[in-house]
């Protein structure tokens, strides 16, 4: 069982008593951190309407210093339904870039999980927003992690093969492979950064590589 009562990914009924109880005891300025944290406990358990609906409570509350979290929970929003609502996973992660541009309290890679939903829509227009975002991406000049600028790569492949540009696809395919080399990011933080790839996309990879 986790420390912070927040961070348990127990939803039963009884646990969501407790955890109302215990939010509504919590300092104002605090409880839209805890929901946005529990959604995410929640989450990683499977239990995606229960996280879903504290993202929304998130976005809904009106309680001091919600605004900092707003940001994450619509990334959290958005992330969550890439797999089986694509549309509505654009619309958050389009209401994150308009709402919030600085993307203070969020991962910064929106830009590139919005490209990959506009990749997956295929036509012409999706596809050249997805590069253009891609290119606002490494414009922001965010702090760039190995397994960020992996997905970043992955995504830029799919884009340069729509377009027929084999030279990109080529080039981006062994940075790509340069990037699963590469160790962690910070010594005494053994997997921050570090590129998690399967079989099938190494296999790929190389074979795009060539």
């Known amino acids: 069982m986790p420390k912070d009562w927040f961070r348990s990914p127990d939803w039963s009924l009884a646990a969501q008593a407790d955890f109302e109880a215990r939010v509504l005891r919590a300092r104002p300025n605090n409880r839209a951190q805890y929901m946005r944290i529990k959604g995410l406990a929640l989450s990683d358990a499977g239990e995606i309407r229960g996280a879903r609906e504290l993202w929304e409570r998130v976005l809904q ?13 619509l990334e959290h929003l958005g992330d969550s339904y890439t797999g089986d609502d694509p549309a509505t996973a654009e619309a958050y992660f389009r209401r994150l870039l308009a709402e919030h541009p600085t993307l203070n309290g969020t991962s910064c890679t929106v830009e590139i999980a919005l490209a990959e939903v506009l990749i997956e829509k295929g036509d012409a227009a999706s596809v050249n927003e997805a590069q253009a975002l891609l290119n606002s991406f490494f414009e922001r000049g965010t702090s760039q992690f190995p397994n960020v600028l992996f997905r970043w790569h992955l995504a830029l492949i799919r884009i340069a093969e729509a377009l027929g ?20 990011v910070f010594p005494r933080h053994k997997t921050v950064g570090v590129v998690h790839a399967d079989k099938w996309t190494l296999t790929r990879l190389k074979k795009l590589a060539r």
């Open 61 to 73: 509350s009106t309680d001091e210093l919600a605004v900092t979290q707003k940001a994450a929970a």
């Open 165 to 184: 540009d084999d030279v990109t696809v080529q080039h981006a395919a062994r940075t790509a492979l340069s990037l699963v080399e590469r160790g962690p």
